[in-house]
């Protein structure tokens, strides 16, 4: 079965920097749409960044210009990139692929970000 898995998330302090990683297994992050939602305590999930097959990709405006989203094709991942990192980025952070016409998660990191 596909899976998806995140590493990387820990606790930072305002104004740092921490990098996502999600290896995916039996789906090619290159071929895929590809993304990253986060999620905090008593709010809806919502998307953060994606990177399509071509390489476009879209940011949330609350993370524009902080945030990278990429990819490294030869090692199957996908990368989130975060600097200058807010309180307000603290959640749950998911991996997202969309496969045809299929729909997969990963388990999610959690991101701490203290004041």
């Known amino acids: 079965q596909v899976q998806l898995v995140e590493s990387g998330g820990g606790l930072v302090q305002a104004g740092g920097s921490l990098r996502l990683s999600c290896a995916a297994s039996?789906?090619?992050?290159?071929?895929?749409?590809m993304g990253w939602f986060r999620q905090a305590p008593g709010k809806q999930r919502e998307l953060v960044a994606r990177?399509?097959?071509?390489?476009?990709?879209v940011y949330a405006d609350s993370v524009k210009g902080r945030f990278t989203i990429s990819r490294d094709n030869a090692k199957n991942t996908v990368y989130l990139q975060m600097n200058s990192l807010k309180p307000e980025d603290t959640a749950v952070y998911f991996c997202?692929?969309?496969?045809?016409?299929?729909?997969?998660w990963g388990q999610g990191t959690q991101v701490t970000v203290s004041s």
């Open positions: 997202n692929s969309v496969k045809f016409t299929s729909v997969y």
């Open positions: 990177i399509t097959s071509g390489g476009s990709t």
């Open positions: 039996r789906l090619s992050v290159s071929l895929n749409l």
